[in-house]
């Protein structure tokens, strides 16, 4: 019982009007609604208090030549002065920033200082009301009904402020009017008490509405400034907080980090278990992240898989990686999803205010810089940034403003690597290499300029490019040669690229069976879900389909039951040691009579030597490439092979 009454009285004088009926809120809000409420207080208390030096001052006139004339002059000016001092304080404090949370002990403050001035009201009809003359009698009753209303005026929103101020009025009024015995005293005393329960009333009205109005406020920027799934702060919150950090910085040099994380291999829980699972993923992890955290910093969602963390008030650059490590460990333990363990890593990229930036866009795009080259490092990686991240990146923008004028300026072409039937001993089609000379850096290596257009969506025209070309050069050879053109991840986002398909094989009027796409596993896998319908919408158009970099994936097997592949092609790290490796060697024979039983081709990447095609020869394999059959050679050298040698055979022994 005793606690809870000290829980009540606490509420009360908190301001809080849970204590009146209203419905609780958590601190953090009732924080926020108090900060609200002193606000308001505060913007009305210097003209309030300029106003109670003025009545002080009204008082000592009027009572001049009242027997009590000292002690109202004592008391006027002891009331004055401290009006004056509270006003200019509170004047001063409206110039500094407007707090978002105020707590409990500042508003027990404010409610003692109504009561303090509000007893001071309270002594005046009791101490000088008697004495008074008729003149100055009607003043003190002007005065204190002025003092109840702009008590109640000024502490509208904040009814237990404002029964701490009216009350002493009330009580020294009463006090006054009931010791005289006067009939008209007692119509006066009624007409007080009739006038504070309006005024209380009022005050109660307007405290209630002026709660219910800052909790839809507050809702409304909660929901601007909060992520729906993980109740964390979303872009918009971390930008303003990443504002407020650069103005610490600027106005007292306050250093902080900023610390950009990324889930590696996201893509893959939504692909392989749903969104839902994938939705409840991101709850947990961010339910971790938030636990790795100091109590005044909150980690924000600004993406789908991607997470920022200010880190103020930094001191040493080792404090931002020991948070950054524990956001690493925080991934040591698997997420339960869908009753199943997921093991997952975050990589992270951090950099530090002011050295690597003292605007927002330079520390976003350095920390974003950062973060790039902590995911091409490895799973799991931390990077701070460096300059020379960003020289890579302006190196790599430019690389991409080249790019886009590359098939403009006739830069881009193709090169074809062919592929030998080995029971037959002849050439049974080509795979198509896009290669790019530069016009100042010379030849760049499609391993530099294929990441470059498939992160600025460049790869959809260079792949709409590849396709035209490589069915006109098709056209030009024999039709049983068929075509090998390579497929990026990125270009199954675009749908587009069927319709683009089948334009290209109708303009040089080739059969679809001649064009083979080439795709890899773990594309598959691990980046877009759409990839099997589109690859289902190419089968029925009647092209072939080739899987590319056999075992070196994670379910090879089963994307053999799903896809009726044309023909698998193995590794070449498995051709390579199959002649000094046993396990590689059986790994190369496992494949070739798995393809055999369920009628799919093979075909062996990177044969270098004559032993290597032998042993193949040996194991029933299909089809070999490498640079033992031929090296990627131009359209003119691959026409000029065929016309000199219509039967395709080639001896490559």
Same mark, same amino acid.
């Given at each position: 019982?005793?606690?809870?009454?000290?829980?009540?009285?606490?509420?009360?004088?908190?301001?809080?009007?849970?204590?009146?009926?209203?419905?609780?809120?958590?601190?953090?809000?009732?924080?926020?609604?108090?900060?609200?409420?002193?606000?308001?207080?505060?913007?009305?208390?210097?003209?309030? !208090?300029?106003?109670?030096?003025? $009545? @002080? %001052?009204? +008082?000592?006139? &009027?009572?001049?030549?009242? *027997?009590?004339?000292? =002690? /109202?002059?004592?008391?006027?000016?002891?009331?004055?002065?401290?009006?004056?001092?509270?006003?200019?304080?509170?004047?001063?404090?409206?110039?500094?920033?407007?707090?978002?949370?105020?707590?409990?002990?500042? !508003?027990?403050?404010?409610?003692? $200082? @109504? %009561?303090? +001035?509000?007893? &001071?009201?309270?002594?005046? *009809?009791?101490?000088? =009301? /008697?004495?008074?003359?008729?003149?100055?009698?009607?003043?003190?009753?002007?005065?204190?009904?002025?003092?109840?209303?702009?008590?109640?005026?000024?502490?509208?929103?904040?009814?237990?402020?404002?029964?701490?101020?009216?009350?002493?009025?009330?009580?020294?009024?009463?006090?006054?009017?009931?010791?005289?015995?006067?009939?008209?005293?007692?119509?006066?005393?009624?007409?007080?008490?009739?006038?504070?329960?309006?005024?209380?009333?009022?005050?109660?009205?307007?405290?209630?509405?002026?709660?219910?109005?800052?909790?839809?406020?507050?809702?409304?920027?909660?929901?601007?400034?909060?992520?729906?799934?993980?109740?964390?702060?979303?872009?918009?919150?971390?930008?303003?907080?990443?504002?407020?950090?650069?103005?610490?910085?600027?106005?007292?040099?306050?250093?902080?980090?900023?610390?950009?994380?990324?889930?590696?291999?996201?893509?893959?829980?939504?692909?392989?278990?749903?969104?839902?699972?994938?939705?409840?993923?991101?709850?947990?992890?961010?339910?971790?992240?938030?636990?790795?955290?100091?109590?005044?910093?909150?980690?924000?969602?600004?993406?789908?898989?991607?997470?920022?963390?200010?880190?103020?008030?930094?001191?040493?650059?080792?404090?931002?990686?020991?948070?950054?490590?524990?956001?690493?460990?925080?991934?040591?333990?698997?997420?339960?999803?869908?009753?199943?363990?997921?093991?997952?890593?975050?990589?992270?990229?951090?950099?530090?205010?002011?050295?690597?930036?003292?605007?927002?866009?330079?520390?976003?795009?350095?920390?974003?810089?950062?973060?790039?080259?902590?995911?091409?490092?490895?799973?799991?990686?931390?990077?701070?940034?460096?300059?020379?991240?960003?020289?890579?990146?302006?190196?790599?923008?430019?690389?991409?403003?080249?790019?886009?004028?590359?098939?403009?300026?006739?830069?881009?072409?193709?090169?074809?690597?062919?592929?030998?039937?080995?029971?037959?001993?002849?050439?049974?089609?080509?795979?198509?290499?896009?290669?790019?000379?530069?016009?100042?850096?010379?030849?760049?290596?499609?391993?530099?300029?294929?990441?470059?257009?498939?992160?600025?969506?460049?790869?959809?025209?260079?792949?709409?490019?590849?396709?035209?070309?490589?069915?006109?050069?098709?056209?030009?050879?024999?039709?049983?040669?068929?075509?090998?053109?390579?497929?990026?991840?990125?270009?199954?986002?675009?749908?587009?690229?069927?319709?683009?398909?089948?334009?290209?094989?109708?303009?040089?009027?080739?059969?679809?069976?001649?064009?083979?796409?080439?795709?890899?596993?773990?594309?598959?896998?691990?980046?877009?879900?759409?990839?099997?319908?589109?690859?289902?919408?190419?089968?029925?158009?009647?092209?072939?389909?080739?899987?590319?970099?056999?075992?070196?994936?994670?379910?090879?097997?089963?994307?053999?039951?799903?896809?009726?592949?044309?023909?698998?092609?193995?590794?070449?790290?498995?051709?390579?040691?199959?002649?000094?490796?046993?396990?590689?060697?059986?790994?190369?024979?496992?494949?070739?009579?798995?393809?055999?039983?369920?009628?799919?081709?093979?075909?062996?990447?990177?044969?270098?030597?004559?032993?290597?095609?032998?042993?193949?020869?040996?194991?029933?394999?299909?089809?070999?490439?490498?640079?033992?059959?031929?090296?990627?050679?131009?359209?003119?050298?691959?026409?000029?092979?065929?016309?000199?040698?219509?039967?395709?055979?080639?001896?490559?022994?």
């Amino acid at each position: 019982m005793r606690t809870h009454l000290r829980s009540y009285f606490a509420t009360l004088f908190a301001g809080d009007l849970a204590a009146f009926g209203a419905p609780p809120a958590d601190e953090a809000l009732a924080g926020h609604i108090r900060a609200e409420q002193v606000s308001l207080v505060l913007g009305y208390s210097f003209g309030i !208090m300029l106003a109670n030096a003025c $009545n @002080a %001052l009204v +008082l000592a006139i &009027a009572l001049w030549q009242s *027997p009590d004339w000292a =002690f /109202a002059l004592v008391w006027a000016a002891a009331v004055g002065s401290a009006a004056l001092f509270f006003g200019l304080q509170a004047r001063a404090a409206r110039r500094i920033a407007k707090p978002q949370f105020v707590s409990r002990r500042t !508003m027990y403050r404010l409610v003692r $200082n @109504a %009561l303090a +001035l509000g007893t &001071a009201w309270g002594v005046v *009809p009791v101490a000088f =009301f /008697a004495n008074a003359s008729s003149g100055a009698q009607l003043v003190i009753t002007c005065l204190c009904a002025g003092m109840l209303a702009g008590g109640a005026f000024a502490f509208s929103t904040i009814p237990i402020a404002a029964i701490a101020f009216t009350a002493p009025i009330f009580v020294g009024t009463a006090i006054c009017l009931g010791r005289d015995g006067d009939f008209v005293y007692l119509l006066m005393a009624v007409l007080v008490l009739v006038y504070g329960s309006v005024l209380l009333r009022g005050v109660f009205v307007n405290a209630f509405e002026f709660r219910r109005r800052i909790i839809a406020q507050h809702e409304a920027e909660r929901t601007v400034r909060q992520d729906p799934l993980t109740h964390l702060p979303n872009r918009v919150a971390f930008n303003e907080a990443l504002n407020g950090a650069l103005n610490r910085l600027a106005r007292s040099g306050e250093e902080f980090a900023v610390l950009l994380l990324d889930l590696d291999r996201f893509k893959e829980v939504n692909d392989r278990f749903g969104h839902p699972a994938g939705d409840e993923f991101l709850v947990q992890v961010a339910a971790r992240l938030q636990r790795c955290t100091r109590a005044a910093e909150h980690v924000a969602r600004i993406g789908g898989d991607e997470f920022a963390l200010i880190m103020s008030n930094l001191t040493r650059p080792e404090d931002a990686l020991a948070i950054a490590e524990r956001f690493v460990a925080a991934f040591a333990e698997p997420f339960p999803i869908d009753g199943l363990e997921v093991n997952r890593t975050i990589s992270i990229g951090i950099v530090l205010a002011p050295r690597d930036g003292s605007t927002s866009h330079d520390l976003l795009k350095h920390v974003d810089i950062a973060l790039y080259r902590a995911k091409k490092s490895a799973p799991g990686t931390i990077c701070f940034f460096e300059a020379s991240d960003d020289r890579s990146a302006r190196d790599r923008r430019a690389l991409q403003r080249d790019l886009e004028h590359a098939i403009e300026a006739d830069e881009l072409f193709l090169v074809y690597q062919p592929f030998l039937d080995i029971r037959k001993g002849r050439v049974t089609g080509f795979e198509a290499l896009l290669r790019w000379q530069h016009p100042t850096r010379g030849l760049i290596p499609p391993t530099v300029f294929i990441p470059i257009a498939e992160e600025s969506g460049l790869i959809h025209q260079l792949g709409e490019w590849v396709i035209r070309r490589a069915c006109t050069m098709l056209s030009r050879w024999p039709d049983d040669i068929r075509i090998a053109v390579n497929f990026s991840a990125v270009q199954f986002q675009n749908v587009g690229i069927l319709q683009t398909i089948v334009d290209a094989l109708a303009e040089a009027n080739v059969a679809p069976n001649r064009l083979e796409i080439e795709i890899t596993e773990s594309m598959l896998i691990s980046k877009y879900g759409s990839a099997p319908a589109i690859l289902h919408a190419l089968l029925e158009l009647g092209l072939t389909v080739a899987l590319d970099d056999f075992g070196t994936g994670f379910s090879s097997l089963t994307y053999l039951r799903k896809l009726p592949f044309s023909r698998i092609k193995i590794d070449q790290s498995f051709i390579r040691d199959m002649l000094t490796q046993p396990d590689c060697a059986a790994i190369v024979k496992s494949v070739i009579g798995l393809a055999q039983e369920l009628r799919i081709g093979v075909v062996a990447e990177g044969v270098e030597t004559a032993d290597q095609l032998e042993y193949l020869r040996q194991t029933s394999c299909d089809e070999v490439q490498g640079y033992l059959i031929g090296r990627p050679m131009s359209g003119s050298e691959i026409s000029a092979l065929l016309d000199h040698n219509p039967q395709h055979s080639v001896h490559a022994a």
